[in-house]
């Protein structure tokens, strides 16, 4: 990644530092009164609206909005804005319904495997919770990889040194303290969040105004609105499909769910949520619009920050060095209680040992952060780690969820149907540099398939590891 140098390392990483223990002091400080098992997975189910909104939002938007969004918009056009922000978005509003039907068929559940366990047996909790271990994995690497590399490309730090801070800070504080420590520190930066995407979206359309706007992006690169160009609704589809499936996935998702004080706080936070994160999202991507609109050959991963630094403000690059350090924080402490969570509860179910396994998910977890160390530390691409993950879900999504309202689906089927699907999905998913796939390509050359497959993989890969899996359904 090229570097804009604004901040000196040392003003960096002290700034870094500064943010970090402040949030682990917070956390373990708040956390000590709210001590228990009950307290650690669910917040003792006693989360009002204000503060399971906030946790909702911040955690469901990492730093990862600064790059993948504007990144998506420079090639996928308008459609990938608008798939993007309602892929993020629209998992909070399914949850509405589906979050209060769990509560109410499994009122003592913690865990969406939990439940998985109770409606279709052992062999295919075995596979969704390793799904859901592997997805919050590599987002939990993709989230620390993109914070470093952000602060890499303003100050020149190398990328190690954030991860590592990060990684321990977040650790400390939420081993200690659990979804309490999680939640309580999302409201803090969810507040920050929200203040410093003011100033900075302000600050931008300053400093573009009449550019930053849907003319400009017509005049200059008017294929990315067209209802002509196929990436339009190819990426659309397939940011929509591909975010909103995974995030049902999101433990820490459920977490929340069970942790709402009654149906009505759950009800009106995943609302909000929803409604908050749209424009936020949808916003960031626009800028990827602007930014290859103004410069033809900017880097997809850097347009959103291309714009905001143009005139290399050290003011704003302070900004965006809070926001994003919040952002990360906010969705790591998630992703870790996450995991926890899922060893701690449903463990057991996959070993049954006489052992402790509050202790046995914070060995894991240390495991799986010296694991995000070491890949952060390499800079791997950010979305093609999202998109990876973001294929084993969708292979399982519809045949989870509606297996919930069709009795009809049992075990073997449902896991021979996530199976097939997650299979044909793959061989056609697309290498990092999107130009083959295993099927289009390596086994077999591109010229014996049309032009729409070589050049739609990634829509075709999703769209058959989403879809695919309705014909093995049992009907009757």
């Known amino acids: 990644m090229d570097k804009t140098i604004i901040l000196s390392q040392p003003s960096a990483i002290l700034l870094i530092l500064f943010l970090s223990i402040i949030f682990l002091v917070v956390g373990v400080f708040y956390s000590k009164k709210y001590k228990g098992l009950n307290n650690y997975l669910v917040a003792n189910r006693s989360i009002g609206v204000f503060s399971l909104t906030a946790s909702l939002v911040a955690s469901s938007l990492g730093a990862w909005i600064l790059f993948g969004p504007a990144s998506a918009a420079t090639w996928g056009g308008i459609g990938a804005v608008i798939g993007y922000a309602l892929g993020t978005a629209f998992p909070l509003f399914i949850l509405i ?75 400390t504080y939420t081993l200690y303290g659990g979804l309490r420590a999680s939640i309580f520190t999302d409201n803090i930066q969810f507040i920050l969040f929200l203040l410093l995407l003011i100033i900075g979206f302000g600050y931008t359309i300053s ?52 942790a709402a004080k009654d149906n009505k706080v759950l009800r009106k936070s995943l609302f909000l949520s929803f409604l908050i994160i749209i424009p936020v999202v949808f916003i960031i991507g626009f800028s990827g619009l602007v930014a290859v609109s103004d410069n033809n050959k900017v880097i997809p991963d850097l347009a959103f920050l291309s714009l905001i630094l143009k005139d290399q403000s050290i003011t704003i690059s302070v900004v965006l060095v809070i926001l994003a350090i919040s952002l990360t924080i906010s969705s790591i402490d998630t992703l870790i209680n996450a995991v926890s969570s899922l060893i701690i509860v449903d463990g057991r179910k996959l070993i049954n040992l006489n052992l402790d396994y509050l202790k046995i998910s914070k060995f894991i977890i240390l495991f799986i952060s010296c694991l995000t160390l070491l890949v952060a530390s390499k800079g791997i691409s950010i979305l093609y780690l999202f998109l990876l993950a973001d294929l084993f879900c969708c292979s399982a999504v519809l045949t989870i969820f509606y297996g919930f309202y069709n009795k009809k689906i049992n075990e073997k089927n449902a896991y021979l149907s996530i199976t097939l699907g997650l299979f044909f999905g793959l061989i056609l998913f697309p290498s990092p540099d999107f130009s083959k796939s295993i099927l289009i390509g390596i086994l077999f050359p591109i010229d014996y398939f049309p032009a729409f497959m070589s050049q739609s993989l990634l829509f075709l890969s999703f769209f058959i590891a989403t879809f695919f899996p309705l014909l093995t359904w049992k009907t009757k």
Do not use: C
């Not at 319904?97 to 509560?103: E, S, T």
């Not at 052992?122 to 470093?148: C, D, P, Q, W």
């Not at 190398?158 to 991860?163: F, G, P, V």
């Open 97 to 171: 319904f589906l979050g209060q039907k769990f509560r109410k068929n499994y009122p003592n559940a913690k865990t969406l495997i939990e439940v998985t366990r109770y409606r279709f047996g052992n062999k295919l909790f075995k596979l969704i919770l390793f799904l859901s271990i592997f997805y919050m994995t590599i987002f939990l690497i993709a989230e620390v990889t993109a914070v470093s590399l952000f602060i890499n490309y303003i100050s020149g730090v190398e990328l190690w040194i954030t991860a590592l801070i990060v990684i321990a800070s977040s650790l």
């Open 207 to 258: 400093i573009y105004g009449n550019n930053f706007t849907f003319e400009f992006v017509r005049e200059n690169k008017p294929i990315l609105l067209s209802l002509d160009y196929l990436p339009n609704f190819t990426a659309g589809l397939t940011f929509f499909i591909a975010v909103a499936a995974t995030n049902l996935f999101h433990q820490g998702n459920w977490q929340r769910i069970y």
